[in-house]
């Protein structure tokens, strides 16, 4: 393909050298921060929102948003090309925790769907907060001069703080059987993720070509265990919320 179509690596659609993102430093913490600050910013205001008349059209926003981050992924791709053999189309298609659950929350919020909700709950905040933490597993070739700086935190934080404007405005909680959706949800893109890693060299879907300790090679059972931590996990962000609330409800009764 390189052979009759230009591709770019300069510019603002480009990507830099290995190094270029600095983990844990102010590109890394800013838009965290922004989109905490906004985050509290809807909580107070929870209510006011939830009256206005253009509600509807922040929500439709928010999906469309979601959109833009998921499928301008794809676009830069044409742009960048695979000179470098990191950016082949077919090892980038959408079969990751985060791509799933920013996919998830484009239709989730427009529809204030309560299924759909309960597995953005367990899947962004746990796969897009973890992809927040430490970036440099992926983003290590850009910082806020280049557009897929802005894309990688876009993608990854927009999903959360759509999550958390449901639980604000709408009163939305996540369902004991939302773990279980949330995890046959991710279960069924197991097998097209193994048989995109074995066609395409270089594809990580899911995290199942990633080398870790203690972790067998085989991706089926590897996936077995990545699914066993999940639902430990997701027990504990359901347990967890609800063992706080019940203690502030004590608290308050007491006071009273």
Wanted: net charge positive.
């Amino acid at each position: 393909m390189s052979g009759w179509y230009r591709f770019y690596n300069s510019g603002f659609f480009g990507f830099g050298p290995e190094g270029t993102f600095i983990a844990y430093s102010p590109m890394h913490f800013l838009p965290i921060i922004i989109f905490a600050l906004i985050m509290v910013l809807v909580w107070y205001n929870r209510n006011r929102i939830r009256d206005w008349k253009g509600e509807t059209h922040l929500r439709f926003a928010i999906s469309f948003l979601c959109f833009l981050m998921e499928f301008s992924f794809y676009i830069r791709l044409l742009y960048v090309g695979d000179t470098t053999g990191k950016y082949m189309m077919m090892t980038k298609i959408p079969l990751h925790v985060c791509d799933f659950g920013c996919i998830c929350c484009m239709f989730m919020v427009p529809s204030k769907n309560r299924t759909l909700f309960g597995i953005n709950y367990f899947v962004s905040l746990f796969g897009a907060g973890i992809a927040c933490i430490i970036p440099q597993m992926v983003l290590t070739e850009a910082d806020p001069s280049y557009f897929r700086y802005y894309q990688y935190f876009g993608l990854h934080l927009i999903p959360i703080s759509g999550t958390v404007y449901m639980m604000a405005v709408h009163g939305m909680r996540p369902r004991y059987r939302d773990i279980w959706f949330a995890i046959g949800s991710l279960s069924i893109m197991v097998i097209p993720s193994i048989m995109v890693n074995s066609a395409f060299p270089g594809a990580n879907r899911m995290f199942l070509e990633l080398e870790l300790p203690m972790l067998p090679e085989n991706p089926y059972l590897k996936a077995l265990i990545y699914s066993v931590l999940l639902a430990a996990v997701f027990h504990l962000m359901w347990f967890v919320p609800r063992l706080f609330a019940r203690k502030q409800s004590i608290k308050t009764k007491v006071l009273r």
